[in-house]
């Protein structure tokens, strides 16, 4: 009923720029809280940022200075913004949420179901 939709993935140069999307569509009230992995095939997932529902937000220390998080709560969308992007950060994107349906009801955890992202050298 609730579904989160990756998109924005593609090939980009080293030193590039790529925006993520993660659309949530369905019954839904907000997004509560919002966060990014990666993973790579053969090696574990690996959170890259987040974003509390106070509006704090954290990136990983391999990503920090390059990208960032945000949640446009009009549009019940996130966005990961990557910058000066480098080979290594090849890998599939997934976007997962707590989200609500109701105005002070449940919290749900929702993943999407990735978007590749390339970056040759």
């Keep these: 009923q609730v579904q989160l939709e990756e998109s924005g993935g593609g090939l980009v140069q080293p030193g590039g720029s790529l925006r993520l999307s993660c659309a949530a569509s369905g019954r839904i009230f907000s997004i509560n809280a919002m966060a990014w992995y990666r993973q790579v095939p053969g090696k574990e997932r690996e959170w890259v940022a987040s974003l509390t529902s106070g509006g704090a937000s954290n990136v990983a220390p ?20 990557m910058n000066s992007l480098k080979p290594e950060d090849t890998a599939v ?29």
Aim: hydrophobic share 35%; glycine share 14%.
């Design 62 to 81: 391999s990503v920090k200075g390059r990208f960032s998080i945000s949640v446009d709560n009009g549009e019940n969308t996130g966005f990961l913004q």
């Design 93 to 121: 994107y997934f976007c997962n949420a707590w989200i609500r349906v109701v105005s002070g009801g449940v919290r749900h955890e929702i993943w999407g179901q990735g978007t590749q992202v390339t970056v040759s050298s």
